[in-house]
């Protein structure tokens, strides 16, 4: 299954997004689930990481302070909180299912969403 991004839009540098992330099938709660971010051109890069047990959290140095993932089990959904944002952040946002060993590895991760895009004016 494809999982499924929402809250993405523009806002200026400063400002804060909610990014959600959610399963048609209902299976995240059980799932280790990562969010990426891709520029056009270019790599699919690591921004944070939630494990299902514990939950153990994972950020990109680039992010660390600034966005918080979080797991909303009650509606099956995991969630990315975006706040301070800056110019370099814009980009498309993708959650995933990781499967693999690596949590900053996309090569990990299955069930790649369509992509919320967030964009940042100065």
């Known amino acids: 299954e494809l999982l499924a991004e929402s809250g993405g839009g523009l806002v200026q540098a400063g400002g804060s997004l909610r990014l959600s992330c959610v399963s048609p099938g209902r299976t995240l709660r059980r799932s280790d689930v990562g969010w990426f971010r891709q520029d056009p051109g270019k790599e699919r890069v690591f921004v944070a990481a939630i494990s299902w047990s514990g939950p153990m959290t994972y950020y990109a140095d680039s992010v660390k302070g600034r966005f918080t993932i979080s797991r909303d089990d009650a509606n099956d959904s995991v969630l990315l909180q975006a706040n301070s944002l800056k110019p370099e952040d814009t980009s498309v946002y993708y959650c995933?299912?990781?499967?693999?060993?690596?949590?900053?590895?996309?090569?990990?991760?299955?069930?790649w969403g369509q992509g919320t895009h967030v964009t940042v004016s100065p």
């Open positions: 995933a299912k990781k499967y693999g060993s690596s949590w900053y590895s996309p090569s990990s991760y299955y069930n």
